[in-house]
């Protein structure tokens, strides 16, 4: 088991907090909260931590754009680990409060746009109120008996609240992706459960900008992974910050950088981009 020091997105009760503890029960270590996606990329590069959790993608919201934009940002970091982590949103509250008492509803963005259908139903006259975590909307609710939070049910157990409602994502498949970023001039040694050292299928995920912004650039580029039947898992697209209208791409695909069908696919969109940036090949973890 390794000693390594995890950062997440805290306070504990968070789905990230979540999400790294039941990792750190297979792999071992330790963990860290901090208090948003900028502090954990913070405790990463001043080696406060040695590995940061950075939520990715939702399966309903999408993309968390500012993890994507810290990594294009921080060309030190490299990912390691993909964690996937199943989320269900739970609706809490004081012990014997009842439905009709509610007027505000208290949780993170995210998770009030993963429970958006059941609360629009059921709580037309709530007011909602955002927060930094779900962990902060627990809170918020152990202060007022006439507020809710939605989120994780380790929540009610931390803070001591009863589930007023389950499953507020409804039928939808909800999940969320996270992944293990790191120096890349770490060395993790013996701990053969990050990175290429593991034994396990692999995804591998670059940044690239096309050399010329013109018409059919991106088919180009994609072109020469469909030449080598390199599967695509994703691709996105976010402002680069240099001028209107020009965009960097995030693209994730099956197999390991050290495959020759990939590597020599990597190397031909290499020469067609004036930004081109392997952010790691890395396992995946799906947590039960």
Do not use: W
């Amino acid at each position: 088991m390794s000693n390594l020091e995890y950062g997440y997105l805290g306070p504990p009760g968070t789905f990230s907090e979540q999400a790294i503890s039941n990792y750190c029960a297979s792999y071992g270590g330790s963990t860290t909260a901090c208090g948003s996606i900028r502090d954990i990329v913070e405790a990463i590069v001043t080696d406060k931590v040695d590995l940061g959790l950075l939520p990715l993608e939702n399966s309903l919201e999408g993309s968390v754009n500012l993890s994507l934009d810290l990594l294009y940002q921080h060309p030190e970091l490299k990912l390691y680990r993909e964690i996937v982590l199943p989320i269900e949103q739970y609706l809490l509250v004081q012990p014997g409060v009842s439905k009709e008492e509610v007027k505000e509803i208290y949780s993170h963005p995210q998770a009030i746009a993963q429970s958006g259908d059941y609360l629009a139903e059921e709580f037309k006259a709530a007011k909602i109120i955002y927060t930094d975590s779900t962990a902060a909307a627990a809170k918020k609710a152990l202060e007022s008996a006439d507020r809710a939070a939605v989120g994780s049910i380790r929540l009610a157990e931390i803070y001591e609240l009863e589930i007023l409602a389950e499953n507020l994502q409804g039928d939808l498949p909800n999940a969320t992706r996270f992944v293990l970023a790191a120096k890349k001039d770490k060395n993790f040694g013996s701990n053969n459960h990050l990175g290429e050292a593991a034994d396990s299928d692999f995804k591998t995920s670059i940044i690239c900008a096309p050399e010329v912004n013109e018409a059919g650039v991106l088919y180009r580029m994609l072109g020469k992974f469909a030449e080598e039947n390199i599967d695509l898992t994703r691709i996105e697209s976010r402002p680069s910050r240099q001028r209107l209208g020009e965009y960097i791409f995030y693209i994730d695909l099956k197999g390991c950088s050290s495959d020759q069908d990939l590597s020599s696919a990597l190397a031909e969109v290499k020469k067609i981009t004036s930004y081109f940036r392997l952010l790691g090949s890395y396992p995946k973890t799906v947590i039960d």
